[in-house]
């Protein structure tokens, strides 16, 4: 059951990803199917919760299915999508293999192995999981709704009301989570474990567009490696899913601009979307992007492009509202809409800021090695814009969050808490990001040119 249930699932994201883009590697394709199949089915199950209908397997299966066969259908009549896809992945030539990348691969898979065991074999432990997001997916599989669930109209159950609810979370990961226990799962986290696992191919595909091999695996090891963020990996919480479809959603950004790719704008807002539905707060993704398509619009002097993909990377949250709104499930307002002025507030957010960057044992080499790089690529980026965009979609996303942060009240924790806890695990979404960067900024990926070469690399001109 449960293999048939993620087999569908993963059905759903192989169709939708060809549907958005023919110009994806064989291993951006199976990196992409189970992220964006398992977005597609929450949001099926949100409009069948919606509408009415029981959350049990049988119902769930057939709409699914249904959904299948309708892109199934759609990629039969655009059958020309699929054989240009096909046309792209037959003309990929994989470059000369050295020693260093087959060590640095088998590092990968031995790091992949390992997470994806402990993820699958131990239960769901941490506070924010076990009386959260897990407990919410256990009780809407048991209820068959979560406009209905128990543990939100139930009065015994406070903690889930308030300005912090878990109730009101975007439901990406805890609609996984009763989808799989639906399915007969003993354990929510195979959701993790294939989410880890899809980020490492999308990554990895996606960096290869811009460094050599050895130089993309060894970027992919360094973003694996990060302490935090690997242990997050494997707990039942929202941040390691938000961190995979905001980064990739971002990268997806980058490639579209820098390689001329239209449809990957497209894979980009879907992912965005699924950002959106994972945590809220990815909204400052969002802006970074729109931000910088607003720039090229102005440029391009096109603004249809903009209109659409706002509005599609907006849609999952103005859906999600208004699911709560209809259904009386708002929380307490805890956003501040007015400007002001708090020295006191901004003091702490910089302190705690200070702090979190400055950790080792968080993120590794990430914020170490970073303005290192930046200093070494400083005449590239100012004589040549080398990844200018893709720095300002880093730092515009960084800000954007921070802003926010600064706008809430916190009438339920302070916010020394918050920024020990929930904006240090905000930060996971920008270690792939500021990775990536590191290895497709000139410096770096210049040296590795000349390492492959010696390695006995096929020669390659990047631009």
């Known amino acids: 059951m449960i293999l048939s249930g993620?087999?569908?699932?993963?059905?759903?994201?192989?169709?939708?990803?060809?549907?958005?883009?023919?110009?994806?590697?064989?291993?951006?394709?199976?990196?992409?199917?189970?992220?964006?199949?398992?977005?597609?089915?929450?949001?099926?199950?949100?409009?069948?919760?919606?509408?009415?209908?029981?959350?049990?397997?049988?119902?769930?299966?057939?709409?699914?299915?249904?959904?299948?066969?309708?892109?199934?259908?759609?990629?039969?009549?655009?059958?020309?999508?699929?054989?240009?896809?096909?046309?792209?992945?037959?003309?990929?030539?994989?470059?000369?293999?050295?020693?260093?990348?087959?060590?640095?691969?088998?590092?990968?898979?031995?790091?992949?192995?390992?997470?994806?065991?402990?993820?699958?074999?131990?239960?769901?432990?941490?506070?924010?999981?076990?009386?959260?997001?897990?407990?919410?997916?256990?009780?809407?599989?048991?209820?068959?709704?979560?406009?209905?669930?128990?543990?939100?109209?139930?009065?015994?159950?406070?903690?889930?009301?308030?300005?912090?609810?878990?109730?009101?979370?975007?439901?990406?990961?805890?609609?996984?989570?009763?989808?799989?226990?639906?399915?007969?799962?003993?354990?929510?986290?195979?959701?993790?474990?294939?989410?880890?696992?899809?980020?490492?191919?999308?990554?990895?595909?996606?960096?290869?567009?811009?460094?050599?091999?050895?130089?993309?695996?060894?970027?992919?090891?360094?973003?694996?490696?990060?302490?935090?963020?690997?242990?997050?990996?494997?707990?039942?919480?929202?941040?390691?899913?938000?961190a995979v479809y905001a980064s990739l959603g971002i990268l997806c950004f980058v490639t579209w601009y820098y390689r001329k790719i239209p449809s990957l704008l497209w894979m980009s807002a879907a992912l965005l979307m699924l950002n959106n539905w994972t945590r809220t707060e990815g909204i400052a993704f969002i802006g970074a992007a729109c931000a910088v398509l607003l720039w090229h619009s102005i440029q391009t002097k096109q603004y249809k492009k903009l209109l659409l993909f706002a509005g599609l990377c907006l849609f999952p949250i103005l859906f999600w509202n208004m699911f709560l709104k209809v259904h009386h499930m708002e929380a307490t307002q805890a956003l501040i809409l007015k400007p002001y002025w708090d020295g006191g507030k901004i003091a702490v957010i910089a302190t705690e800021m200070w702090r979190l960057f400055k950790s080792i044992s968080f993120y590794g080499l990430t914020f170490t090695a970073f303005p290192v790089i930046l200093l070494l690529n400083a005449w590239a980026i100012f004589k040549q814009r080398d990844h200018l965009v893709t720095l300002l979609l880093i730092v515009l996303s960084w800000a954007f969050y921070t802003i926010l942060i600064y706008q809430i009240d916190y009438v339920w924790d302070l916010l020394e808490n918050v920024m020990k806890y929930s904006y240090k695990r905000f930060l996971f979404s920008f270690v792939p990001l500021l990775w990536f960067y590191m290895a497709a900024g000139r410096s770096v990926r210049c040296l590795f040119d000349k390492i492959d070469n010696l390695l006995f690399f096929e020669k390659v001109k990047r631009k």
Request: glycine fraction near 6%; hydrophobic fraction near 55%.
């Open 6 to 242: 993620l087999l569908i699932t993963i059905l759903l994201g192989a169709c939708m990803t060809l549907s958005i883009s023919p110009r994806l590697k064989l291993i951006e394709v199976l990196g992409l199917m189970f992220p964006l199949g398992m977005g597609l089915q929450t949001f099926l199950m949100v409009c069948l919760d919606w509408a009415g209908v029981r959350l049990t397997a049988t119902p769930v299966f057939i709409f699914s299915l249904s959904i299948v066969a309708g892109l199934v259908a759609y990629l039969y009549i655009r059958r020309a999508l699929l054989k240009e896809w096909w046309t792209y992945v037959r003309t990929f030539t994989c470059p000369k293999i050295s020693w260093l990348w087959l060590l640095v691969l088998l590092a990968i898979v031995t790091v992949a192995t390992a997470n994806v065991i402990k993820t699958i074999y131990y239960p769901t432990f941490d506070d924010d999981s076990v009386r959260g997001f897990n407990l919410i997916g256990l009780a809407v599989a048991h209820d068959g709704t979560f406009k209905g669930c128990g543990l939100f109209t139930d009065s015994n159950y406070p903690e889930m009301h308030g300005a912090a609810s878990t109730m009101i979370y975007a439901p990406l990961l805890q609609l996984s989570y009763a989808y799989v226990y639906l399915l007969g799962a003993a354990t929510s986290k195979i959701v993790n474990a294939l989410l880890f696992l899809s980020f490492i191919a999308v990554f990895y595909g996606l960096l290869s567009r811009f460094a050599t091999h050895t130089l993309a695996a060894i970027a992919t090891l360094m973003t694996l490696l990060t302490p935090e963020m690997l242990g997050f990996s494997s707990m039942s919480g929202t941040n390691f899913a938000h």
